[in-house]
């Protein structure tokens, strides 16, 4: 391909990119009718993406600000995890479960951003915020299941 060709390639993923990010967090998108528990996001959440517009700094401040009320959250469930755990073999599997966690989030994120074709452009940052707040969500929710099902932490 030449390199006319390379870049209008590059203006198609890009805007493919930008239009996924539209729909994701359109007001009638699937995630904005889910019901509003931290597994899926809080109403406030729901309502500052909706008021973005679409305007991607306005997603981005919505993004950070769910991602540090869901890692308060996460802190204070593995408090409470660690703490309902009976020995401190558990104990040490939870701290090395979470070490092993924090990477593989980030790493997946990363990696979520680059397949998306979208690096280095303000929709890789949306993409990489949203799949950590994504991340965390999920973690919390397998968290909660850790003090009634010890032999998780065996599988990690």
Request: glycine share 6%; aromatic share 8%.
């Amino acid at each position: 391909m030449n390199r006319t060709g390379n870049i209008g390639m590059k203006w198609a993923v890009a805007w493919s990119v930008i239009a996924f990010t539209m729909v994701l967090f359109s007001p009638n998108s699937a995630a904005q009718g889910q019901s509003h528990d931290s597994a899926n996001g809080s109403a406030t959440f729901s309502r500052c993406m909706k008021a973005s517009g679409g305007v991607t700094s306005a997603m981005k401040a919505c993004l950070s600000a769910e991602y540090t009320r869901l890692d308060r959250e996460l802190n204070v469930t593995y408090k409470s995890v660690m703490k309902a755990l009976k020995t401190p073999h558990l104990r040490t599997r939870l701290v090395e479960s979470q070490r092993v966690w924090i990477w593989r989030r980030d790493f997946d994120c990363k990696l979520r951003v680059e397949n998306s074709g979208a690096k280095g452009g303000t929709a890789g940052d949306i993409i990489y915020d949203d799949c950590r707040v994504e991340k965390v969500r999920d973690r919390i929710k397998w968290l909660k299941l850790v003090p009634r099902n010890p032999s998780y932490l065996a599988k990690v």
